[in-house]
């Protein structure tokens, strides 16, 4: 009997490779460049899986050609680049990588707010270009972390993970989500609190709701609007929940105070992007979940989830 054949958009880690060779024939996109669309196409049409990375559109064009496909297993938590809706239409199971991931992008979020806050990336751009020649008072100056008040908008596994490390750096935490956590409230101290009152009061807003049609542009002028001049905002979810020009105006009109991004809403960000000429802004190549441990268990989660589907088992992580 001919084995199904899986494959994979990119490189990823040779155990997982090992798991998928045990259940198929596996064929890798081995550039170190994002696989071009003629040829994730053509590949799809043979394929019975796919282990897809963010940057594949998987859509009504792809699903209608892969006859074949039986799971898009997404390395990534977020799956805004599936047509879920068409992909069930198609009887194609679509799983992503939850949990894995998130303590290390509660800690970059955490990373993004205190770079922004206490302005280390403008200060090691200054030492290294010679503008350190005395201790000085009013030298770097950036906002109190501790006993500052965190605003965090969506509060699902990472959104409670940063609320975890808020509590030990002794913040005061409010959330915005579309259901009250109970759990997150009593382990960390974290209030809820309706969304303009959470832009109001916050020193820092951290923005971790995935991309849905309800979020895209949920930071726009009005919202920067509601902040504080004082406020750092840090998006750690997708570029689409943010009007980019919203808070480039933001930002210069001084209408906040900092901003830490790892996403945009076009990536890679062109140099261009206004938002890359300001000082106050640490801008980071999405890189949320990237570490050496973090990427092997994604890995992993999608080819476990590949070879359950194709061994006739329940996906380990439907979305
Ligand atoms: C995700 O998993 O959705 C991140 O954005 C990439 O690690």
């Not at 500052?148 to 409010?174: D, E, K, P, S």
Request: aromatic share 6%; net charge negative; hydrophobic share 45%.
């Amino acid at each position: 009997m001919t084995k199904p054949m899986v494959y994979v958009t990119r490189q990823v880690a040779n155990e997982a490779i090992a798991m998928l060779e045990a259940v198929a024939d596996v064929e890798v996109w081995a550039e170190d460049r994002p696989i071009p669309r003629d040829v994730l196409l053509q590949k799809a049409e043979e394929a019975s899986a796919l282990l897809t990375m963010l940057t594949e559109r998987i859509d009504e064009e792809l699903l209608m050609r892969a006859k074949r496909l039986r799971i898009v297993a997404n390395m990534a938590v977020g799956y805004d680049n599936i047509d879920v809706a068409a992909a069930k239409r198609h009887g194609v199971i679509v799983t992503n990588t939850p949990d894995v991931l998130t303590e290390a992008t509660a800690d970059l979020a955490f990373a993004l707010l205190m770079a922004a806050g206490r302005r280390l990336v403008e200060a090691n751009r200054f030492l290294l270009a010679g503008g350190w020649t005395s201790w000085n008072p009013h030298l770097m100056v950036g906002q109190n972390i501790y006993g500052a008040t965190l605003g965090i908008v969506g509060m699902g596994r990472i959104g409670q993970a940063v609320a975890r490390r808020a509590a030990g750096f002794g913040m005061r935490i409010l959330y915005h989500n579309r259901s009250r956590r109970p759990d997150a409230e009593r382990t960390t101290g974290a209030q809820y609190a309706p969304f303009d009152e959470l832009l109001r009061e916050s020193d820092y807003v951290v923005l971790l709701t995935p991309l849905t049609e309800e979020t895209r542009n949920l930071m726009g002028e009005r919202e920067f609007s509601l902040m504080k001049p004082t406020a750092v905002f840090v998006n750690v979810s997708r570029g689409g929940t943010v009007d980019e020009a919203a808070l480039y105006r933001a930002l210069v009109d001084k209408q906040i105070w900092a901003a830490g991004l790892d996403v945009f809403q076009q990536e890679p960000v062109p140099l261009d992007n206004p938002l890359l000429s300001l000082p106050n802004v640490v801008a980071l190549p999405h890189i949320g979940s990237a570490t050496y441990q973090t990427r092997l268990e994604m890995a992993r989660l999608a080819a476990a989830n590949i070879a359950a589907v194709l061994s006739g088992e329940e996906p380990v992580t439907p979305v």
